[in-house]
Structures are given as structure tokens and as C-alpha cells.
């Protein structure tokens, strides 16, 4: 089988936490990070990855969640598909693509489920190898200890939660309890990582951008910082 990726698998910028994030084998990853600072796509290419890696099962299972199904369908799905190689979900070894119930399986076994945690009975009952919980200040509290955490348990399974500053996210206060523990090096389980955009935006558009945004949006969403 081909291992040529395809040609949305572009460089990306050098940036030292991304890196470290992408290897850590931390169990769960926090990412609080600036818009369009590059924390999705470092997602997306870590999940598409792991499907590739092969277990002492046979149907290794992951899943990237989004608050609702409309908005993982409309951000997630088309994007995750560009970077799975079509040999990867090739019909006649067993792959497929379902883009109704966002399912793929791989010819390797695995298999990605793409869905919003408006619809978590998508997932119950299913055992998880990882995840990427996205959005994270934007979910249902408690959602990700009601459904995401039982769907890793098996498995041992581990899980990326992403997303911005988000104050007036229903999740804020949870997401920020979960990354300051993995900040704070306590908990040998959890880590967390944050940077702003000003690493991948240039000055003169986040000035263009600071013009046209309350101070304490700015600052949490594209400084990432918690402290507003």
C-alpha cells in the first residue's frame, strides 16, 4: 500500500509546545490556544494517525467531538477526510466512508467517528483507543465526564480537549478546572499546553483584528489568556 499522503499533509510552522503536544503520551492532552493558531489542525493530523496503529484488537476506535452534530459535520468532517489517503478506506479491503452517520472504518481495521455531543447516545456504549474533544469551552458541562471519560475506560484510552478561551462558553469553568490540573504538574495524567496567536498571525492583523474587539474577547481569544 501507497503511504503517500495526500497533498493536504503541508509543513507545518515549527512551534516548540505544538511539538511537544503532538508527542506527548500523556493520557490527556489540554490545549487552550489562541484562534487560528494551528491547535485543530495538530488535532485533526494526531487522530488521522492513530488510525494507523495497530492493537491487540481488532477494531481500534477513535472519535472527534464537536458541541453539536451540524457543527461537526460542517467544521470537522470534510477537513478530516482530506487527510485520509483513499487507499486508507479502500471498499475493497473493508474500508468505507459513511457520510451520513460521519463513520469511516480503514482498511487497517480502526475506525473514526465524527459526532456533536448534542447526540451523545451516538457514542454510548462504545469503547474508545482516544479522541479529541473540541471546543471545549462550548459543550454541555459535564459531558465530558458523563460520556467521553466511560467511552476511554476499556481501553485505557486517551483524549485531546481543545479549544479558546471561551468565558462565556457553557463549559468555561470546567475546561479551565482540567487544564489548570494539568498545569500545574500534580497529576501525572493530564497535561496542558497554551499559546497565543500572535506565534502564527502577523502584528498587523491581530492590530486589525484588536480594533474591532472588546479588550477581555481579545485577550481571552486570541491570547489565550484566563485571566480576563
Not at 7 to 31: D, I, M
Not at 149 to 168: A, E, M, Q, T
Amino acid at each position: 500500500m501507497s503511504k503517500d499522503l495526500p497533498l493536504n499533509w503541508g509543513s507545518l510552522k515549527y512551534h516548540p509546545q505544538q511539538y511537544e503536544a503532538f508527542h506527548s503520551n500523556t493520557r490527556f492532552v489540554n490545549l487552550a490556544c489562541g484562534r487560528r493558531s494551528g491547535k485543530t489542525e495538530l488535532a485533526r493530523r494526531k487522530i488521522i494517525i492513530a488510525l494507523t496503529v495497530k492493537k491487540h484488537w481488532t477494531n481500534p476506535s477513535y472519535f472527534y467531538a464537536l458541541p453539536t452534530f451540524n457543527q461537526a459535520k460542517r467544521v470537522a468532517w470534510a477537513e478530516l477526510l482530506k487527510l485520509i489517503p483513499t487507499e486508507w478506506v479502500d471498499s475493497k479491503y473493508g474500508g468505507f466512508v459513511d457520510n451520513t452517520n460521519l463513520h469511516i472504518r480503514t482498511v487497517f481495521g480502526s475506525e473514526l467517528y465524527v459526532f456533536g455531543m448534542d447526540q451523545p447516545q451516538r457514542i454510548e456504549g462504545l469503547a474508545f483507543d482516544g479522541g479529541v474533544v473540541d471546543e471545549a469551552c462550548d459543550h454541555e458541562p459535564k459531558s465530558f465526564d458523563r460520556f467521553i471519560v466511560p467511552g476511554l475506560v476499556l481501553r485505557n484510552g486517551r483524549c485531546w480537549r481543545i479549544g479558546y478561551v471561551n468565558s462565556k462558553g457553557k463549559c468555561f469553568r470546567e475546561f479551565r478546572i482540567f487544564w489548570e490540573m494539568g498545569n500545574s504538574g500534580d497529576y501525572p495524567d493530564i497535561v496542558s499546553y497554551s499559546w497565543p496567536s500572535k506565534d502564527f498571525i502577523s502584528a498587523e492583523e491581530l492590530a486589525a483584528i484588536r480594533s474591532m474587539m472588546d479588550e477581555r474577547d481579545f485577550n481571552e481569544q486570541y491570547n489565550a489568556s484566563w485571566k480576563a
